[in-house]
């Protein structure tokens, strides 16, 4: 027989690692309430949505005439991410197919560590490189009066966003079933004819998801964009305007505003309308993924 | 005569070396940049260089001197928070892995991880400063943000080690089972002993995130500057506010006017080679784990 205390203890043990289990659920559901219940008292009392969502005016500290639009702001994110996109898309998804696809053993190990290790350098380092290589490198080509803008910012944007394409990409194109290869290589199709009329089509989902993933980093990001795109709240008419996303405002600002303050509890606004967006693009791309599994 | 090549025949060849040279060129165009950055960071910040840069304090409003504080800081940070990170994550990923049933409540759970996941940092900003700071009376410390770093690496600890253990065969835990074992007893006899490289390979990958990071700790604990006495390592309290090395360099390359260039990019370097050295070690960790697996 074994010890009662021994059954004791594993029976606590194993409500200990069950109440882990749950913790992801009550994190979630903590970084909701907490961030909600510093925002909640000016978002009951005195908040206006139509402004908040429809003006370009950030005025948050005017003495006369307070204004708290974010439609700049919005602007800022989305214009920065949007370039980063159109430059990692294509080159994270053309990186995953050649990886897949176009290289064996060494090569295609060798790529992966590297692609890995360059996930890894620090937002505060792409940022780093944003205002001291990249900023006199626009300014020199474009005759740029500064070079801290959208172009700046979605060039690093895009760097940062496409090892999770990469790497999420590459998983959905292994998922599709070698017999597939097999068949149209049988037809004496060629490799690229495989890739463009089979494997695309069928990794669809997953590659939609590698995008998605790729989306939410880039909305999300915070020290690279505070850096490298300048700090005019402004809706930008050109790739060399100089703007402001949402998460860098709240990180240049919330330092400065004086704690319960109207501004601070405006920029924990700002914080709840950032998770709200990344929570439906995360789960977006799980239910792309989900999409394939279920196949 | 020999076959002569179709004209379709040549043109799917040349298509073919088209599309492999073009997805080449994405590929290593992904390669180039982290050559490049590494290069020149550690080019500008060559003069700079020196143990006694590692080991001095900033002297002349952080104009001149060393990264100490910040360093020791950084590692007060990592440690603290992979300290209470991994506990419960690996117990969350053992509930996963080998309690939960295949529902709808570990679905939740699974979507909850994802989310967390994609949470933008200055989000795990705001609710650090709403939980710990405010709500839990923590101040601004090393505690506060050492948690708001550990609920950051939580997802990505609880999804390494839950491959870890996955790659553990049914059959070794069937066995276990068969001759009497407990549940408890056979994760801890069986499945612990033989994933465990696989779950530290995953801990540590989390040592660089938490080392990178800058926007959760500015509101939680970093400061600007923080004057330490040289040379002790135990110069920190838990309840003090400290530096850190990703929060310096936002610093001294934003904040503060006239610093000599070679300081942020010696900072940077330091950064930089940390976090890769870090990831290069568990990457090689897990190349050899691979090559020795024995099932």
């Keep these: 027989m074994r010890p009662r205390w021994e059954t004791a203890l594993e029976w606590a043990i194993e409500w200990i690692i069950r109440l882990c289990g749950v913790s992801a659920i009550l994190f979630v559901l903590g970084i909701f309430f907490f961030v909600f219940r510093e925002g909640?008292?000016?978002?009951?009392?005195?908040?206006?949505?139509?402004?908040?969502?429809?003006?370009?005016?950030?005025?948050?500290?005017?003495?006369?005439?307070?204004?708290?639009?974010?439609?700049?702001?919005?602007?800022?994110?989305?214009?920065?991410?949007?370039?980063?996109?159109?430059?990692?898309?294509?080159?994270?998804?053309?990186?995953?197919?050649?990886?897949?696809?176009f290289c064996t053993g060494k090569w295609r190990e060798s790529i992966k560590v590297v692609i890995e290790l360059l996930a890894a350098i620090p937002s505060v380092v792409w940022g780093f490189i944003g205002l001291t290589v990249m900023n006199p490198l626009i300014i020199k080509i474009f005759n740029a009066p500064i070079g801290l803008n959208v172009l700046n910012g979605g060039i690093i944007l895009a760097l940062m966003s496409v090892p999770i394409i990469v790497s999420i990409g590459e998983d959905a194109l292994k998922a599709v079933p070698d017999s597939y290869r097999e068949a149209a290589l049988a037809l004496g199709a060629t490799r690229w004819q495989l890739v463009y009329r089979v494997l695309l089509p069928a990794a669809k989902n997953g590659l939609l998801a590698a995008v998605l993933l790729g989306v939410g980093r880039a909305v999300g990001e915070t020290m690279a964009v505070l850096m490298a795109t300048g700090?005019?709240?402004?809706?930008?008419?050109?790739?060399?305007?100089?703007?402001?996303?949402?998460?860098?405002?709240?990180?240049?600002?919330?330092?400065?505003?004086?704690?319960?303050s109207q501004h601070y509890q405006v920029l924990f606004i700002i914080g709840i309308l950032l998770f709200i967006i990344t929570f439906a693009v995360n789960l977006l791309a799980d239910l792309a993924v989900k999409g394939i599994k279920g196949k | 005569?020999?076959?002569?090549?179709?004209?379709?025949?040549?043109?799917?060849?040349?298509?073919?070396?088209?599309?492999?040279?073009?997805?080449?060129?994405?590929?290593?165009?992904?390669?180039?940049?982290?050559?490049?950055?590494?290069?020149?960071?550690?080019?500008?910040?060559?003069?700079?260089?020196?143990?006694?840069?590692?080991?001095?304090?900033?002297?002349?409003?952080?104009?001149?001197?060393?990264?100490?504080?910040?360093?020791?800081?950084?590692?007060?940070?990592?440690?603290?928070?992979?300290?209470?990170?991994?506990?419960?994550?690996?117990?969350?990923?053992?509930?996963?892995?080998?309690?939960?049933?295949?529902?709808?409540?570990?679905?939740?759970?699974?979507?909850?991880v994802v989310n967390l996941a994609g949470v933008p940092s200055i989000v795990h900003a705001l609710f650090g400063l709403g939980a710990f700071v405010m709500f839990a009376h923590l101040g601004r410390s090393i505690l506060a943000a050492s948690l708001t770093l550990a609920i950051m690496t939580l997802p990505v600890i609880i999804a390494s080690t839950k491959e870890a253990l996955a790659s553990v065969p049914m059959a070794?835990?069937?066995?276990?089972?068969?001759?009497?074992?407990?549940?408890?007893?056979?994760?801890?006899?069986?499945?612990?002993?033989?994933?465990?490289?696989?779950?530290?390979?995953?801990?540590?990958?989390?040592?660089?995130?938490?080392?990178?990071?800058?926007?959760?700790?500015?509101?939680?604990?970093?400061?600007?500057?923080?004057?330490?006495?040289?040379?002790?390592?135990?110069?920190?309290?838990?309840?003090?506010?400290?530096?850190?090395?990703?929060?310096?360099?936002?610093?001294?390359?934003?904040?503060?006017?006239?610093?000599?260039?070679?300081?942020?990019?010696?900072?940077?370097?330091?950064?930089?080679?940390?976090?890769?050295?870090?990831?290069?070690?568990?990457?090689?960790?897990?190349?050899?784990?691979?090559?020795?697996?024995?099932?």
């Design chain 2, 1 to 112: 005569m020999t076959f002569g090549e179709t004209k379709l025949g040549r043109k799917k060849r040349r298509n073919e070396a088209i599309a492999k040279v073009v997805f080449l060129g994405m590929a290593l165009s992904m390669i180039l940049p982290l050559v490049l950055i590494v290069g020149y960071l550690f080019h500008q910040a060559w003069p700079i260089l020196s143990l006694d840069f590692l080991t001095a304090m900033p002297r002349r409003g952080m104009r001149d001197g060393g990264i100490w504080p910040a360093l020791l800081g950084t590692f007060y940070l990592v440690t603290i928070s992979l300290v209470i990170a991994t506990p419960i994550g690996v117990a969350a990923a053992i509930y996963l892995n080998e309690y939960s049933r295949d529902n709808w409540f570990t679905r939740l759970i699974h979507l909850a």
């Design chain 1, 231 to 260: 700090h005019a709240i402004k809706i930008p008419t050109s790739p060399l305007d100089s703007v402001r996303t949402l998460t860098a405002t709240i990180a240049a600002e919330l330092g400065e505003a004086p704690v319960h």
């Design chain 1, 40 to 101: 909640s008292g000016y978002l009951f009392h005195g908040f206006n949505p139509v402004q908040f969502f429809t003006s370009i005016e950030w005025y948050p500290t005017s003495q006369s005439n307070v204004r708290y639009g974010v439609l700049a702001l919005i602007a800022g994110t989305a214009s920065v991410t949007l370039l980063a996109m159109a430059i990692a898309v294509p080159f994270g998804l053309g990186a995953a197919i050649f990886i897949s696809e």
């Design chain 2, 172 to 295: 070794f835990r069937e066995a276990c089972w068969s001759v009497g074992a407990t549940r408890w007893q056979t994760i801890r006899g069986i499945v612990l002993p033989n994933s465990i490289s696989g779950i530290l390979t995953g801990i540590i990958l989390q040592v660089s995130r938490a080392a990178g990071e800058t926007a959760p700790i500015m509101f939680t604990g970093a400061v600007f500057y923080k004057a330490i006495p040289e040379g002790r390592l135990f110069a920190y309290g838990l309840f003090d506010q400290c530096m850190a090395l990703s929060m310096h360099l936002f610093t001294i390359s934003t904040q503060v006017p006239e610093v000599p260039p070679a300081l942020p990019f010696g900072t940077a370097v330091v950064l930089v080679m940390t976090v890769l050295l870090v990831n290069a070690a568990s990457i090689a960790l897990r190349a050899w784990l691979r090559s020795r697996k024995k099932w």
